[in-house]
């Protein structure tokens, strides 16, 4: 009879477990890649499952916006750039910041010519749908004049040298690049880290009437996301594992190689320059950058406040 109880209680309490998870849709911003890596590995090794949260991670389609997922509930937490972000709450859409993973930019533009982009006036420069703000305000200042091409999903027009420069990611475009056999040197490479417009990139979003109702779930997102990261930066070959299982399931043609790279490089744009830390937050003096010179560019009708970022 005593065992009978033991059972019965276990399972009750195992039923109890399951039912008490709350379910929450995570949908990064891009095909699945090490970019996203703290959140696989949070998945995988039930950091979220510990903190009572059941998250499906959904990559979305190439013509879906993750903004879309959120304010029709298909997800109820998206990554997006903070340049984004701030755009966003400018059309009056309130989103709210509850992790920051990039404490750098990592936008760099790479010349095709063999030359300083900054030098190439009037170029062609291929740019991705989302347009990185930044890279904008800074043409406009150094008056460049620059002829943007949108581009798709892939450095093709690149690689043919249909464009005198493209814009990037110091752990995407530049390493396919280094794969498709070109020598960068770093005088044709402008990192915009370097030119005053250091601003951060890859957070955490929720739509700030679902974060108001939710905010001990999405304190409990935050949490197990940078546990999940932290994780990955003191294990990245397991982490890399768990990256590429991800891969092959979204069926995306990249390989090991190219995703290593990728990992060694965002973990490294995770890391403060001034404290040298991983510290998981929005910079004030940062939102406060891209907010004035999103402005001064015409990019933004208003200036967007911090405060206003992590609901304040």
């Not at 740019?127 to 999903?153: K, Q």
């Not at 056999?181 to 880290?193: K, M, P, V, W």
Request: with cysteine; hydrophobic share 40%; proline share 2%.
């Amino acid at each position: 009879m005593k065992k009978i109880l033991v059972i019965l209680f276990t399972f009750h309490f195992s039923l109890f477990t399951v039912l008490a998870q709350e379910h929450m849709v995570f949908t990064p911003h891009w095909r699945a890649q090490a970019q996203f890596a703290g959140y696989y590995v949070a998945k995988e090794k039930g950091f979220y499952k510990e903190v009572g949260l059941d998250v499906d991670i959904v990559h979305p389609l190439a013509t879906q916006a993750p903004l879309d997922c959120i304010r029709s509930g298909e997800s109820q937490v998206v990554t997006m750039s903070l340049c984004q972000a701030m755009d966003v709450i400018d059309n009056h859409i309130p989103i709210v910041n509850i992790l920051q993973t990039s404490m750098n930019s990592s936008t760099i533009i790479i010349s095709r010519r063999g030359k300083n982009p900054l030098m190439q006036k009037d170029a062609r420069v291929g740019t991705w749908p989302n347009f990185d703000a930044m890279t904008y305000c800074m043409s406009m200042r150094e008056h460049l004049g620059y002829e943007w091409v949108h581009l798709i999903s892939s450095v093709n027009l690149f690689i043919k040298g249909a464009l005198d420069a493209m814009t990037g990611m110091s752990y995407n475009e530049y390493y396919q690049l280094k794969q498709a056999g070109f020598a960068l040197q770093e005088e044709h490479i402008c990192r915009l880290s370097d030119h005053g417009f250091n601003v951060q990139e890859d957070g955490v979003y929720m739509i700030q009437s679902y974060y108001r109702s939710h905010k001990e779930q999405a304190q409990k997102f935050a949490q197990a996301s940078r546990k999940g990261w932290e994780w990955a930066a003191s294990h990245q070959e397991e982490a890399l594992e768990i990256v590429m299982k991800y891969v092959r399931e979204n069926l995306v043609g990249t390989n090991r190689t190219m995703q290593k790279f990728m990992l060694e490089e965002v973990l490294r744009q995770q890391v403060d320059k001034q404290s040298g830390k991983r510290e998981f937050r929005l910079r004030p003096d940062m939102v406060q950058l891209a907010s004035r010179l999103m402005v001064e560019n015409n990019l933004l009708k208003h200036e967007v406040k911090y405060e206003q970022l992590i609901d304040k």
